[in-house]
């Protein structure tokens, strides 16, 4: 029942250190990549900085970033249930309390249900993405 101004602060609080997280991670997977000889090799080819990075180390870095990310997201929608009733906002994860509270099991399984339901197709995405960013990845 209020503007943009009432999300501030419960998305700076479940995003902040999310990507602080993924930052750190990323920068570490690609100063691993960065150092690997067939980017040396495309280098002494001739070939752009930025060629290399975007076409052949963003993209070998990209699966264990995607994995991670996946990862994340699982913690940010059960995250969000306690940021929800700190903040009272309405959502699944309000209603995942409060049927708690009032031992109202039929709710409480929904919506566990709902929540990993939603972290399943979660880790779906990310092994779809997979096949989508390294077609060796793929089982025939």
């Known amino acids: 029942d209020g503007g943009i101004e009432y999300l501030i602060l419960p998305v700076a609080t479940i995003a902040i250190p999310r990507v602080a997280f993924m930052s750190r991670f ?18 002494a080819k001739g070939m752009g900085e930025r060629i290399v990075i975007s076409r052949h180390a963003l993209r070998n870095a990209l699966i264990p970033i995607i994995t991670v990310a996946g990862l994340q997201l699982g913690y940010l929608v059960s995250g969000s249930v306690i940021i929800e009733r700190v903040f009272g906002l309405p959502g699944v994860g309000d209603l995942l309390v409060d049927s708690i509270s009032s031992r109202d099991f039929p709710v409480t399984q929904a919506t566990v249900l709902i929540i990993a339901f939603s972290i399943v197709m979660m880790n779906l995405m990310v092994d779809i993405l997979y096949v989508v960013i390294d077609p060796r990845v793929r089982t025939d």
């Open 26 to 43: 990323i920068r570490g997977v690609m100063l691993d990549v960065l150092n690997e000889d067939y980017l040396r090799t495309a280098r």
